[in-house]
């Protein structure tokens, strides 16, 4: 009788372990990676909430110092009323946001700067505003002015 020798093609057991063993290397890796870039843009996306909402404020002061006619800030309340004849606005400043009749700005202030005429007052009438905020770099403050009417002088 004659026997046929043939061989199956095929993995060993051991080969097909070692291939397992890879890939759960290479997936453990992977999805390590895609944790850490999560996190990264977290990050990033909370900075840029954070910048945009700077961005907002400055635009929110500027079209409100130069629409309105009068600027007063009142440090015991730590609010700033921007008003004119028929309108008014109020900012009121906390530690960690700074809150208006139309928005709510979620922003640590460092610093708060108030000038008129080119001088730091600490009360009443202003014309200028410089904010320095905590988590952004030095360079980066907001600094809003109205160019004053001539009449202030009589």
């Known amino acids: 009788m004659k026997t046929i020798n ?55 002061l500027t079209i409100d110092f130069n629409k309105f006619t009068s600027i007063k800030w009142n440090p015991i309340d730590d609010t700033m009323l921007v008003f004119s004849p028929l309108q008014e606005r109020k900012y009121i400043f906390f530690k960690d946001s700074i809150v208006s009749d139309l928005y709510t700005y979620s922003l640590l202030i460092k610093e ?36 004053n009417d001539p009449t202030i002088h009589f």
């Open 112 to 147: 708060k700067e108030f000038y008129f005429k080119g001088e730091p007052v600490n009360s009443g009438s202003i014309d200028a505003v410089k904010l320095t905020f905590y988590n952004t770099r030095d360079l980066h403050r907001v600094f809003v002015f109205k160019y």
């Open 6 to 60: 043939f061989k199956v093609k095929a993995f060993t057991l051991t080969e097909v372990m070692v291939v397992m063993v890879i890939s759960a290397i290479v997936a453990g890796l992977a999805f390590s990676v895609l944790n850490v870039v999560q996190n990264n843009m977290r990050s990033i996306d909370a900075n840029y909430e954070y910048q945009e909402q700077i961005q907002s404020l400055e635009t929110a």
